[in-house]
C-alpha cells in the first residue's frame, strides 16, 4: 500500500501562550511538537504497511521549520516525506491548506490511502482532511476507529455517539483518526539513526504548479474578522451526591451545551 | 568550540524525551508505590534500543557514544531518576566487555545485553565500603578450568535485574591480585540476597548479591588475572560516574522546571511569585546549577567519545551535578512551601532521590580527592 500522512507542526500546548492584544496562539520561539492526532494517524500507517507491505510517506505544509516534524515522522519509521513551503502559503485558511496538500500529494501519486489527525491543537477545524478528500474526489471517514485490509476488501469503523459503524470501501481513500485508535509507538534510536538518510522533498508554490491567488492567505475563503472573549460566568454550582450521580449530572451538563462525540475520538 | 548538538543528537533528545513523557510518566506514580520497575517500561526502553547506546554496531548496538548515552540518562531521569539510574548501571555493566572483553566474551554476550535480552551490572562494593575497592573480601580460587568464588556484594544495583554481572574479587594467596569475572545465569553458586529499602530512587533495586562456591569459567575472566582494579575502576570512572551525573542533570532539570511552572501559577498579592526577586534569585541559582551541571557533564563525555583521557573531568562533573541536584530539589521544595513537602508533590520525590547521587559511583570526597590530586599536580 502507498500511504500519506498527513502532519501538522503545532506549538506544544505545555508552552501555549496568546497574544493579549490579538488573541491568537503565538508561534515564534514556542517550541513546536507534531500534532498529537497525527502521530496517531502515522502509527496506523505504519501498522497498515507491517500488515500489507508498502510505503508510507509523512507530508506537511509549513515554514521551513516544519521539516523537523517531518523528520520526526522519519525517525519513527516514514519511508520518506515532503514538504511544501513557499511564504505564498502563508496565512492560509483550511481550504487553502487543503488545496496545497492536495497539490503536494499529485506530485507524491499514486497513492491508495491518505491519512490525516482528525483535528489540529492549535486550530480544532476538524476541516482539512475532509477538504482533501472532497478536492481528490475520494471517499473519506473521519474519526476512524479501525482500519484493515484483506484482501481486496477495505474495512474501516467509525466512532458514533451510540456506537460504530463499519464501512467497506475503495480506495484510494482518506481517513481521520483520534487518539483512542492506537498508541503511537516512540522513536527506536535505530531508526532515528537510519532517518537521515531518507528522502526529504521541499516543493515551493512554482514546483507544486500553483499560483498565488489559489494559496495562502490571497486564496483564502474566510477570515476572522473578530474575536469576542469568553464570558466568564460569576460563582459556582456545587453538585452533591455520590460520585456516580455526581459525573451523572456533569456528563448532561457537558452534553447540553453541544460536548459530546469528541471526547469519544 | 561548538556548544550546539547535531541533528542526530537532538533527534536522540527528542527520542528520549517522547518515551519519558508519553511512556514512562504514566508508570512514575506506580513505581513509587511499588518500589518496582514494571516489566514492559523496561521492555519498552529495550524496545527503543536504549540498552545498546554505547555498545558497538558491529555487536549489534548503536555505537552512539558518551554524549549521546548523557542526553538519554539526562531525558529518562528527568521524569524518572530511578529508570535513569537502572539505565546507567546497565550501561555500566556493559563497559567492562566492551572496553577490555575478548572478541569471544564480545560476540557470547554484546548482542544480547543490546536487545535487552540480557541485563548487566558491576558488582565492586562490599561491606567494607566501596570508596576502598581493595579492601573486598570476595576471592577466587582456580580449580581445573573453572574459578571458584566465594564472597558477598552489597548495594549492587539492578542487583535482582541482572544477569551478567561484572564481579571483582581477590585471588586466593595473592591479595594485590584483583581479577574481574562475568558471572552469568550459567555460572551455579550466585545469586541475589536481601534486597534494599532506601528513601529514594523507589523501582530501582539495590541489593547483595552472594556467591557460595560459585564456578566460573577462566574464560569469564575479563582482561587477565590482576587487571581487575584496573578495569574496575575505568568503567566506575569512565561510565559510573558520568551515569550519575546524567542522573544529576535529569533531576536538575526536573526541579527547575517544576519550580518555574508553580512560581507561574502561584499568586500572592494578585500577581505570580516569580515577579519577586526572592523567588527570581532561587530560580537564577537553579538555571546555574543546571548549566554549569551540563558544561562540565558535556565536556567531560565529549572528551571520552574523543578517547582522551578524562577522569577528572568525570569526577568534576559528577561531584558538581550530583551536590547541585540537591541544592535544586531543595530549592524547588522551598518554592512549593509547605505543598513541596507534600508526598502527593514530585519535588519531595526530586529531594529523596538526589541524596543518592553523592554516594553513588564515589562520595563528593572522592571526586574531591580525584580533582584535588590533579589541580595540584598540573599547578605545581
Not at chain 1, 456528563?251 to 462525540?261: A, E, S, T, V, W
Not at chain 2, 581479577?179 to 555460572?187: G, H, N
Request: aromatic content about 6%.
Amino acid at each position: 500500500m502507498e500511504i500519506i500522512v498527513c502532519i501538522k507542526q503545532v506549538p506544544d500546548p505545555e508552552h501555549l501562550q496568546l497574544d493579549p492584544h490579538t488573541g491568537t496562539i503565538i508561534r515564534e520561539g514556542v517550541p513546536t511538537i507534531i500534532n498529537a492526532a497525527d502521530k496517531h494517524a502515522l502509527e496506523l500507517a505504519l501498522q497498515l504497511r507491517q500488515k500489507n507491505g508498502g510505503r508510507v510517506t509523512a507530508i506537511s505544509m509549513g515554514p521551513p521549520s516544519a521539516a523537523e516534524a517531518l523528520k520526526e515522522a522519519l525517525a519513527m519509521g516514514a519511508d520518506m516525506a515532503a514538504l511544501a513551503s513557499d511564504r505564498a502559503f502563508a496565512g492560509a485558511d483550511t481550504l487553502a491548506t487543503s488545496a496545497t496538500l492536495v497539490a503536494l500529494i499529485h506530485k507524491l501519486k499514486p497513492f491508495d490511502l491518505v491519512i490525516c489527525g482528525y483535528s489540529s491543537l492549535d486550530s480544532g477545524t476538524a476541516q482539512v482532511g475532509p477538504q482533501v478528500a472532497a478536492i481528490l474526489r475520494i471517499p473519506f471517514f473521519t474519526a476512524v476507529q479501525k482500519a484493515d485490509k484483506s484482501a481486496d476488501i477495505f474495512q474501516v469503523e467509525v466512532v458514533m455517539e451510540d456506537g460504530n459503524l463499519v464501512y467497506e470501501t475503495t480506495l484510494p481513500a482518506l481517513l481521520t483518526v483520534g487518539r483512542r485508535i492506537n498508541r503511537p509507538r516512540g522513536i527506536r534510536l535505530s531508526e532515528a539513526k537510519k532517518a537521515r538518510s531518507k528522502e526529504l522533498l521541499t516543493f515551493d508554490l512554482q514546483s507544486l504548479g500553483l499560483t498565488p491567488d489559489t494559496v495562502g492567505g490571497k486564496g483564502s475563503k474566510l477570515s476572522m474578522v473578530e474575536k469576542i472573549p469568553l464570558s466568564v460566568g460569576k460563582g459556582a454550582e456545587m453538585i452533591i451526591g455520590e460520585p456516580e450521580e455526581i459525573s451523572g449530572v456533569i456528563y448532561g451538563k457537558i452534553r447540553n451545551i453541544g460536548l459530546g462525540i469528541q471526547g469519544g475520538i | 568550540m561548538n556548544f550546539k548538538l547535531n541533528e542526530d543528537q537532538e533527534m536522540l533528545r527528542k527520542a528520549a524525551r517522547s518515551f519519558a513523557d508519553e511512556f514512562l510518566a504514566d508508570y512514575v506514580s506506580n513505581i513509587e508505590e511499588k518500589d518496582e520497575m514494571p516489566k514492559e517500561v523496561i521492555e519498552e526502553a529495550a524496545a527503543r534500543d536504549f540498552m545498546g547506546i554505547t555498545i558497538p554496531e558491529e555487536y549489534g548496538g548503536l555505537g552512539l557514544g558518551h554524549l549521546a548515552r548523557m542526553i538519554l540518562l539526562e531525558e529518562l531521569s528527568r521524569v524518572s531518576a530511578s529508570l535513569g539510574m537502572l539505565m546507567q548501571v546497565w550501561h555500566l555493566g556493559i563497559h567492562p566487555i566492551v572496553r577490555f572483553g575478548n572478541e569471544e566474551q564480545k560476540m557470547k554476550y554484546l548482542p544480547r545485553l543490546a536487545t535487552g535480552e540480557l541485563l548487566a551490572g558491576l558488582a565492586v562494593t562490599e561491606s567494607t565500603g566501596g570508596s576502598d575497592p581493595t579492601a573486598i573480601q570476595t576471592e577466587a580460587v582456580r580449580d581445573g578450568d573453572d574459578y571458584v568464588l566465594n564472597g558477598r556484594k552489597v548495594f549492587i544495583t539492578s542487583s535482582h535485574l541482572s544477569n551478567v554481572v561484572g564481579v571483582l574479587a581477590k585471588m586466593t594467596g595473592e591479595p594485590q591480585s584483583f581479577t574481574l569475572f562475568i558471572l552469568d545465569k550459567d555460572c551455579p553458586g550466585w545469586r541475589p540476597g536481601r534486597q534494599e529499602k532506601k528513601i529514594g530512587f523507589k523501582g530501582s533495586n539495590t541489593g547483595d548479591l552472594i556467591m557460595e562456591d560459585c564456578r566460573v569459567p577462566a574464560s569469564n575472566i575479563i582482561g587477565n588475572i590482576g587487571d581487575g582494579l584496573k578495569v574496575g575502576l575505568n568503567s566506575i570512572g569512565e561510565v559510573g560516574r558520568a551515569g550519575m551525573a546524567g542522573v544529576s542533570l535529569g533531576l536538575l532539570s526536573a526541579s527547575l522546571e517544576k519550580a518555574v511552572k508553580f512560581s507561574n501559577e502561584r499568586t500572592m498579592g494578585g500577581k505570580p511569585i516569580n515577579k519577586f526577586q526572592a523567588i527570581q534569585f532561587k530560580i537564577a541559582d537553579m538555571y546555574m546549577d543546571l548549566e554549569i551541571s551540563r558544561l562540565l557533564a558535556y565536556k567531560a563525555a565529549v572528551m571520552a567519545d574523543e578517547g582522551m583521557r578524562c577522569d577528572t573531568e568525570m569526577s568534576m562533573a559528577k561531584y558538581y551535578s550530583s551536590e547541585a541536584s540537591i541544592r535544586c530539589a531543595k530549592a524547588a521544595c522551598d518554592i512549593h512551601g509547605s505543598l513541596g513537602y507534600m508526598m502527593e508533590n514530585p519535588t519531595q520525590r526530586f529531594l529523596r532521590d538526589s541524596f543518592l547521587t553523592i554516594s553513588s559511583a564515589g562520595t563528593t570526597e572522592i571526586q574531591q580527592m580525584v580533582v584535588g590530586r590533579a589541580a595540584i599536580k598540573q599547578f605545581s
